[in-house]
């Protein structure tokens, strides 16, 4: 690579990483915060969907969709909280006032969700997944029961 070009390639690089730097630490739009978060949820729904249903066996198990699934929620389940913000407390969605009123039980909440996912990761059989998926599927209800609308 030639010096000219090889400068020119950087100055891109670093100048994609300024403007990434600079939304980071802009102040995310509400309604923005909210379809993130919505979304991580409905990806959430999407990967858990199969496992719930391998776990009461309405679908066959196989081992390598449990596995990657897992690794995918493990991920997700990471995703939604920062988008909770209390700028967003006035934006049409489905949480509850409990979210920013009650903000340590939310916590609580998130928790209880990420150790039933590393559970789920860690799953090393058939009966050690199954009792994850119930664990985790147990944390989503829990939460929507007390933070989300109908
Ligand atoms: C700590 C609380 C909490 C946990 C844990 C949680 N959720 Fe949610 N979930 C919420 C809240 C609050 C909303 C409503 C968000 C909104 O409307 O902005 C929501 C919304 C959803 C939605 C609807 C998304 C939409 O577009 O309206 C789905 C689907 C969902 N959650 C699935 C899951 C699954 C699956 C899990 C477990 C793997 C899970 N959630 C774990 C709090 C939680």
Known sequence: MNKKFFSACLALALGA?????TSVYAQAKPDVLVKQRQAVMTLQGKYFGPLAAMASGKAPYDAA?????????????KMPWDGF???TKDEKSRALPAVFDD?????????RAQTAMS????????????????E???????CHESFRAK
């Open 17 to 21: 990483g300024a403007s990434y730097a």
């Open 65 to 77: 969709v449990a596995v990657r699934n897992a690794a995918f929620l493990d991920a997700l389940i």
């Open 85 to 87: 913000q209390p700028s």
């Open 103 to 111: 903000a340590a039980k939310f916590k609580e909440a998130q928790e």
């Open 119 to 134: 559970h789920l990761v860690a799953a090393k059989d058939e009966a050690a997944f199954k009792a994850a998926v119930g």
């Open 136 to 142: 985790v599927n147990k944390s989503c209800g829990g």
